[in-house]
């Protein structure tokens, strides 16, 4: 990580093959996470002759996992907050801080 000039942390630039093969992995998983406990349901209901009620369930933990790394994807693409510097922390020990022009009463 590099720093700017009022200590916000910024992450180093990447190439275009990387931003692209990060997004191609996150799509991936996130087909993955919706069709794999399905496929399970199926080789369970085929296994114990349960007919929907595999297929059901993994549809549900596939759709509730998949929507929940959709949510993972969309927040990390949100800009964070910068953090404010050294010079926004106000006064040390929690000390109040009088005006300069202020007369003692």
Same mark, same amino acid.
């Given at each position: 990580? &590099?720093?700017?000039? !009022? #200590? ?17 992995? &996150?799509?991936?998983? =996130?087909? =993955?996470?919706?069709? =794999? *406990? ?6 369970? #209901? ?7 009620? $595999? ?23 949100? !800009? *964070?907050?910068?953090? *404010?510097? *050294? #010079?926004?922390?106000?006064?040390? !020990? $929690? ?11």
């Amino acid at each position: 990580m &590099r720093t700017v000039p !009022n #200590d916000v942390t910024t992450p180093e630039p990447r190439s275009p093959l990387s931003a692209g093969l990060q997004w191609a992995s &996150r799509i991936t998983s =996130l087909g =993955l996470m919706f069709a =794999l *406990p399905t496929l399970a349901g199926v080789y369970i #209901d085929r296994q114990f002759g349960s007919s929907p009620v $595999g297929t059901l369930v993994g549809a549900v933990v596939g759709f509730v996992t998949g929507m929940v790394q959709l949510l993972q994807i969309a927040r990390s693409g949100q !800009n *964070p907050k910068p953090t *404010p510097g *050294p #010079d926004c922390r106000g006064p040390k !020990n $929690g000390a109040p801080i009088d005006p300069p022009d202020a007369a003692p009463l």
